[in-house]
């Protein structure tokens, strides 16, 4: 009897554990995946940058940058040489991308939140990276005016194929900001690599324009990748309520906010603006009504999920799930809802050097995950 009941008791675990493994897997409809924690203990990490030589860098909004190995173990001690940063309400360190020539210069570029005269706003900066420290740190862009609350910072980095940088920035909850020409807040700003600015910008010749806009009428991008093919800039922004948007984002282009809109104003719902179309404002790619709060984008481009390839993929804040969008050319063709409730609210969306897609988790107790394909049991 003890040995059939040890037997039984066997079979019995064997069981569970295969059940488990079954509820793990999930299956889209293309592929079929895991989700794997691969560091735990952040808080509130807001993005992650890969560097050659295996390491990555992730920003945590309080103000600390903080290296994970190849193994994938958080280093306890942040990175030091960081400016002061302003941790207020959805501001603090936000974005970090390394320079495209990084294993030549070592320079890495970071966003966030600092306080000036007249409050707070988005600044940019850079520093060689050197061991646990930043040197020669160098702020190469201060968002103006800097005003009061702590909304909408914007604050994505992305290199184009030419080296030129894009800066996202939200209108700081200041809605007919995003249209005034001499006014950075609801703006897509294009800078060189040093901060200068390109002499090619849209506005550079127009009186009262501020020559570092690329476009405006942007509510709050938190969510930028060049495509893989076209090399254009692709962006998704938060709608009010109701509103949520994918973009292109090209020379001198208003995309309307606040003038049209889908969303509406919270709480209320009342309407925003004119309406939804205005002759020489641009329409999005696509929509969320009601909003799933985007923020995080990346376009898959590797081999470990052939069939997503070209996809995007959408982390959702208030929808707390990644959403995967098929585009042809420009019409979107395919919308899937993934991982709804899995994880909380995703924060960044980054796809690895390694072909796997990796997540962010808004949280106090934030973590990284990552996708890897599953082998249906």
């Known amino acids: 009897m003890p040995l059939i009941r040890a037997f039984t008791l066997f079979v019995l675990a064997f069981a ?39 390491r990555r860098l992730v920003t945590e909004r309080p103000g600390r ?31 970090v991308v390394p320079h495209p020539r990084f294993a030549e210069n070592e320079l890495i570029y970071f966003s ?9 706003g988005t600044e940019v900066a850079r520093g060689r990276l050197v061991d646990h420290r930043l040197e020669n740190v160098e702020v190469l862009f201060r968002q103006q005016p800097k005003s009061g609350g702590g909304r909408h910072f914007g604050s994505r980095l992305v290199f184009d194929r030419q080296g030129l940088l894009y800066i996202t920035l939200g209108d700081r909850g200041e809605q007919e900001r995003a249209q005034k020409m001499d006014d950075l807040a609801g703006k897509i700003v294009r800078l060189h690599d040093d901060g200068r600015i390109p002499q090619d910008n849209p506005f550079v010749k127009r009186a009262g324009a501020r020559p570092e806009i690329f476009s405006l009428g942007n509510r709050n991008v938190q969510g930028a990748t060049l495509h893989p093919t076209t090399g254009e800039l692709w962006t998704h922004e938060h ?21 049209i809109t889908y969303g509406v104003e919270y709480g209320i719902g009342t309407k925003i603006g004119e309406g939804v179309r205005k ?15 985007p923020s995080g984008l990346a376009i898959y481009r590797g081999d470990r999920f052939p069939r997503w390839r070209g996809d995007l993929f959408v982390g959702a804040l208030r929808g707390q799930e990644l959403v995967r969008l098929r585009f042809d050319g420009e019409r979107q063709v395919q919308e899937e809802r993934l991982l709804e409730g899995v994880l909380g609210r995703i924060r960044d969306v980054r796809a690895g050097p390694d072909g796997y897609l990796y997540l962010l988790t808004d949280s106090g107790d934030g973590v990284i995950a990552r996708l890897e394909p599953a082998t249906a049991p």
């Open 279 to 293: 002759p020489g404002m641009e329409q999005p790619l696509h929509i969320w009504v009601p909003s799933i709060a």
């Open 239 to 259: 709608g009010p309520q109701g509103g949520d948007e994918v973009n292109i984002i090209r020379a001198g282009r208003n995309y309307g906010w606040p003038t």
């Open 112 to 120: 966030y939140s600092a306080r000036g005269a007249g409050g707070i």
């Open 16 to 54: 569970a554990t295969a059940s488990a493994a079954a509820e793990s897997v999930i299956r889209s409809q293309e592929h079929a995946f895991r989700v794997v924690t691969v560091a735990r203990g952040l808080e509130f990490p807001w993005s992650l940058a890969f560097l050659p030589d295996g």
């Open 65 to 95: 940058l903080r290296f994970l190995n190849a193994d994938w173990a958080l280093d306890p001690q942040p990175v030091q040489g960081l400016p002061e940063i302003a941790a207020s309400g959805q501001g603090g360190l936000l974005d």
